[in-house]
């Protein structure tokens, strides 16, 4: 593989090099998802291309990065680039379960739980007291790829009179409309 890369001009082997980083970190960045996620089996099989990709290409290159600092910085930049691109790809795919955790006064509550009722969500709703008024703590559970949906939802329902905290969630075990 070095012969090869020998015969290859600079710009070429500094864009090839940039390429190579950039899909590896992507893979990287996603399979490291997948396995904070429980996607065990996808995350190996990323894991894989991820090493043969090193394997193959960058680590022929790694002792003369230090001599050629354009390549240097092609690498460096073919690093940022994937970890950017792998981030932004997860986000849309959005892998997982949120867990919406909305407080609402006793109107809000019931424009909300109407909502989630016409929209098929299961929801819990806890009376609970503010530093105020009485306030209404209510949790959602769903696939994260909905959240925005659901949330945007939420806020138009209520006229955005909720506090909302989304967190994600690793494990669950039955409840409405889920089973894990």
Same mark, same amino acid.
């Given at each position: ?6 015969? %290859? ?16 970190? *992507?893979? #990287?960045?996603?399979? =490291? ?5 429980? #996607? !065990? ?21 790694? $002792? *003369? ?6 390549? %240097?910085?092609?690498?460096? %930049?073919? +690093?940022? *680039? ?5 981030? *932004? ?7 997982? =379960? @949120? ?9 809000? =509550?019931?424009?909300? &739980?109407? +909502?989630? /009722? ?9 009376? $609970?007291?503010?530093? =105020? ?10 696939? /994260? !790829?909905? &959240? ?6 939420? !806020? ?13 969630? @690793? ?10």
């Amino acid at each position: 593989m070095s012969e090869f890369l020998a015969t %290859l001009h600079p710009v070429v082997l500094c864009i090839l090099v940039c390429c190579a980083k950039i899909i590896e970190i *992507t893979i #990287q960045s996603l399979k =490291t998802c997948m396995m904070v996620k429980g #996607q !065990r089996l996808k995350a190996a099989g990323l894991g894989f291309i991820e090493c043969t990709i090193w394997g193959l290409v960058i680590s022929t290159l790694i $002792g *003369t990065l230090g001599d050629n600092f354009v390549l %240097l910085i092609f690498y460096c %930049l073919g +690093y940022a *680039t994937g970890l950017f691109l792998g981030s *932004t790809i997860e986000n849309k795919i959005a892998l997982g =379960t @949120s867990n919406l955790e909305l407080i609402a006064n006793d109107k809000s =509550t019931e424009k909300i &739980t109407a +909502y989630l /009722r016409e929209n098929n969500k299961g929801y819990t709703v806890f009376e $609970g007291h503010g530093s =105020t008024d009485k306030m209404n703590m209510i949790f959602i559970v769903l696939p /994260r !790829r909905e &959240t925005p949906k659901i949330l945007k939802g939420i !806020r138009a329902s209520c006229d955005n009179q909720v506090f909302v905290a989304v967190s994600e969630v @690793s494990k669950y075990a039955g409840g409405y409309g889920l089973v894990k």
